[in-house]
Every structure is written in C-alpha cells, then in structure tokens.
C-alpha cells in the first residue's frame, strides 16, 4: 500500500502536465470554438460560412503545428515549447475578445491550432518519459482527461458565459488557459528525470526494425482512420439531430452535453481497462466500439440510442487518442515516443482537415448527414482491423515462418 501511494504521489506532476496540455490543446483551443460560433453569427462579426472558416483555420495550424512539433521542442526545450504554447494561446482567446476583421481572427485561429499541436505532441510524450514503465498505463490514461474538461465545458459553461456578454467568454477562456498553463509549468518543473527502467529489455525484444516500423505505420494507420471517423460527432452532430432529425435545438444540446460528459469519463474508464487487456486490445475494442456507435443513428435516433452515440463517441475521442500513444509508447518505447507522436498527430490532422471539408461537400450534394455516418462507420470498421493488424511479434513470427518455408524448399530441391 505504501509503494502504491509512493507511486501516485510520483504520478501527479506527470499527470498535470499531460492533462493541462491535453485540455488547453483541443479541450478549449478547439472545442470551445464550436460552442462559440453561433453568437460569433448572431452578433454579425462574421457570417456562418466565414465563422466555419475559422474553426477549418484551428485545424490548418494544428497540421503546422504537429509536423514541427519534435523539432522545435528539440531545439529549444519541452518547457520552453510548453510555457511557449500556453501563452500563446491564452493570448489568442484575449484578442479574439473583440469584433475584428476576418484576416485577425484567422491569423489568431491558426496560431492557437498550431500551439494546440505542440501541446498534445510534447506535453503528453514529456509527461510519459518522466513516468516508470508499469505507471504509464495509468498516467497515459489519465492525463488525457484535458480533452474531455474541454468538452464539457464548451457544453455547459460558455452558454453561462455568453449571457453576460460574447467578450466575455473570450477573456474567460483566456484566463482559463493562464490558469491552466501555469499549473502545467509549475508540475513541469517537480517531474521526475526521464524514466529509463524497463526501457532497455523493450528495446531489445525480438523483433526486426522492419517489424516495428511496419507496426508503427498500422497503428498511425489506425489513428488516421479514427480522426475521420469522428467527424460526423464532432461536425454534425448537433445540426443532424435537431433539423434532419427533426428534435430541435433543445434535445440537440442535451447531446452535445452528454458528449462531452463522454469525453470526460472516457479516459478513466481506459484507465481501468488497459492494465487488464493491454494496450493493443484495448485499442482494438476502442476502435470497434466506436465504430457502432457512429452507425446507431443509422439505426434510429430515441433517445437511448442517441445518448449511447454521444456518450460512446464521446468517451473514445481522447479514449482512442490515449490508447494511441500508450501503444506508440509501448510498441517503439518512450525514447523514440515524442517523434513518432508527432508523426500520429500529423496524420491525425491532416485526416480530420480533408474529412471535413470531403464530407461538409458530400452532405450538402445529398442533401443529408446519412452517408457521412455510414462512411465513416465503415473507415472505423477498418481502423479496427489495422489496430489489430500492427503486431510486431507476428510479423517477426510471419517472416521467420516464410523463412523456414524457403529453407525447406530449397533443402527439397
């Protein structure tokens, strides 16, 4: 029991630092934006079209943002990229306060995408190479938990905020990330020294460098699909249940609510689950469970489907984004984690970039949001099966049998 309190006493610098940059990240760089669009609308700073816009211009930076993420925390430090990161966009969601040319608001939604990106890359790789390896399940879990915080605020607190004034949940939501930035700097600077044991006996397990890198590849593989099959939730969701399906704003908001209830539990709930099943099973189940769950409006839409949807959904947004680093982490070990993050980040934006734009333009062609949920039902479908593809040791096993094979038959001829 003492060991145990030992360890978590050890754990709460990493996780703090993971779960600030996992919620300042997406959590409110990203998601309260989606909450903030409509009264951006209403009080004509910009039209719908153009507000769209700017949410697509978050997602542009983030692809920057990932593909020099590695880079830039190697040049000039992960605390210095982090505090960097905070900063910045705090000081988006302070100039965004006031009504301003389109050009303004774009420049500032890049930048926050881009600083978002090198939250979710260097902030959780840090946070993991700080922790011991049988401690990682559980912190790699946990500090993905941002995400979910994100969402559920953006679902509850914003509307709260914006009857006293749109400013003002501008300024809040800076002041939120100042506050979460300094709590992220401050445990950045109790963590630990880089945690090497166990690292060496994975480096050294029995599998070709072909095998690992043809296993990383899958898992991004795997991520990707995942960043392109969430879309429909993240994107239409509210819009498809309250005019294509008829129940109006009101039980369209209590979903989008129960979403990000979702995205705050689901962490957790992974947290108890890989320790038992591993962190490739784990993904697997992720993936598949996902995938029902963004083909039940196909099905209907009373309201316990469309709760499971949400909640389901909703959980396995930062739930899949965990399990993806936990297995990176697992698969290639900590040293190699931060860039090959980097790499899943990458992909990850990219996807969602031209998901979204690929499936805005097939749903107003069918004049439905249907197709789009069969689509990416199916893409999570094959998701699964990459996640459950990218084996290392079967690959080792696969090659050495192919060996054999040729051994025998050239010893048979």
């Not at 060991?3 to 630092?17: C, S």
């Not at 908001?253 to 209830?261: K, M, R």
């Not at 399990?323 to 090959?340: D, N, V």
């Not at 499936?359 to 998701?383: E, G, H, Q, W």
Request: with cysteine; charged share 10%.
């Amino acid at each position: 029991m003492a060991q145990t309190t030992r360890h978590q006493g050890l754990d709460i610098p990493a996780i703090v630092v993971g779960l600030a940059s996992t919620l300042v990240g997406i959590g409110l760089a990203r998601f309260a934006y989606t909450a903030l669009i409509p009264p951006v609308v209403a009080a004509h700073w910009f039209t719908t079209s153009a507000a769209v816009y700017l949410g697509a211009a978050n997602l542009l930076g983030y692809f920057i943002g990932a593909i020099s993420a590695h880079a830039v925390s190697e040049r000039f430090g992960p605390r210095a990229t982090l505090a960097a990161s905070f900063g910045i966009t705090a000081l988006s969601f302070l100039a965004c306060a006031h009504a301003a040319p389109f050009a303004w608001f774009f420049f500032w939604r890049v930048l926050s995408g881009l600083t978002g990106a090198w939250l979710m890359v260097v902030g959780p790789a840090t946070a993991l190479a700080a922790t011991s390896p049988d401690r990682r399940p559980v912190v790699g879990c946990l500090m993905f938990t941002g995400i979910g915080m994100g969402a559920l605020l953006s679902a509850l607190v914003v509307p709260t905020l914006l009857q006293a004034g749109l400013w003002v949940a501008w300024i809040v939501l800076g002041t939120l990330t100042l506050i979460a930035g300094t709590a992220g700097d401050i445990a950045l600077y109790r963590l630990p020294s880089p945690s090497g044991d166990g690292d060496a006996e994975q480096t050294n397990a029995p599998v070709s460098n072909s095998a690992v890198r043809w296993a990383v590849a899958l898992v991004i593989g795997a991520y990707a699909g995942d960043a392109i099959g969430f879309v429909p939730h993240t994107v239409f969701w509210v819009d498809y249940l309250a005019r294509e399906a008829g129940l109006g704003m009101a039980a369209a908001n209590v979903q989008w609510a129960l979403f990000g209830l979702g995205a705050m539990i689901g962490p957790l709930i992974i947290r108890l689950i890989v320790p038992r099943a591993g962190w490739q099973a784990s993904l697997i189940g992720g993936l598949l469970i996902k995938a029902l769950a963004v083909g039940l409006p196909l099905i209907a839409t009373g309201v316990w489907l469309r709760s499971a949807s949400s909640i389901a959904v909703g959980a396995l947004v930062p739930g899949v984004v965990a399990l993806t680093s936990g297995r990176l982490a697992e698969i290639a070990g900590p040293a190699e984690h931060k860039r090959l993050w980097g790499q899943a980040t990458a992909a990850f934006a990219l996807a969602q970039a031209i998901a979204g734009y690929g499936l805005s333009a097939l749903s107003t062609a069918a004049d439905s949001y249907r197709p789009s949920f069969a689509i990416c039902a199916a893409i999570l479908l094959l998701a699964c099966i990459l996640a459950w593809r990218a084996d290392p040791a079967r690959q080792q096993r696969q090659h050495a049998h192919r060996a054999s094979a040729s051994r025998h038959s050239a010893d048979g001829r």
